[in-house]
């Protein structure tokens, strides 16, 4: 098991660029979730994704942010244009949803993300 | 809609020392409660759920957890510290049926003193 895999694993960028964050989930599991981390903050899930359809968007900040998951091994988190309030570490956490409600996320180990 | 709130953001133990980690929730139904750690530069990872069919909780790396319903409680203890305990835990319910969102508490930093 390789777990979930996020590249990379840190992203300095300038103001006004664009940025790309990948995630690879865990072989099977069918819920992805990417999540936003800062000490001002804390945790905030961004996007949840099931069988790679969008389902809850709500926690996007902006029109700067989009994701997409294109198949079931693949999902990607894009910033543009980036600000320097989009620092943070980003994670990407994978689950099998069986819909009981106690399914236990597999977190990345992040994307810290540092824009100048 | 479901909550947790963890009291204190940071908490120093000396090793070998009783360590007790805060977590009150907020939930209409029954709620599933979880316990996360995340060590410096990696995502969390699980330390232990309740989903109901026991009440006390045993996690790895000798952490337990007690769910109370009156208290609506789920305080994390670990009866020795150990240096490697050091990192941030976090509190997260969900509930069954729908969408499954975890909502997660704003964490405690655990600092072990030798």
Known sequence: DAGVIQSPRHEVTEMGQEVTLRCKPISGHNSLFWYRQTMMRGLE???????????????????RFSAKMPNASFSTLKIQPSEPRDSAVYFCASSLALGQGHTVLHFGNGTRLTVT | ??????LGSHVSVSEG?????????????????????????????????????????????????????????????????HMSDAAEYFCAVSVSGGYQKVTFGTGTKLQVIP
């Open chain 2, 17 to 81: 020392a009783l360590v007790l980690l805060r977590c009150n929730y907020s939930s209409s139904v029954p709620p599933y409660l979880f316990w996360y750690v995340q060590y410096p530069n990696q995502g969390l990872q699980l330390l232990l759920k309740y989903t109901s069919a026991a009440t006390l909780v045993k996690g790895i790396n000798g952490f337990e957890a007690e769910f109370k319903k009156s208290e609506t409680s789920f305080h994390l203890t670990k009866p020795s510290a």
């Open chain 1, 45 to 63: 899930l961004l996007i949840y994704f099931n069988n790679n359809v969008p389902i809850d968007d709500s926690g996007m900040p902006e029109d």
């Open chain 2, 1 to 6: 809609a479901q909550s947790v709130t963890q």
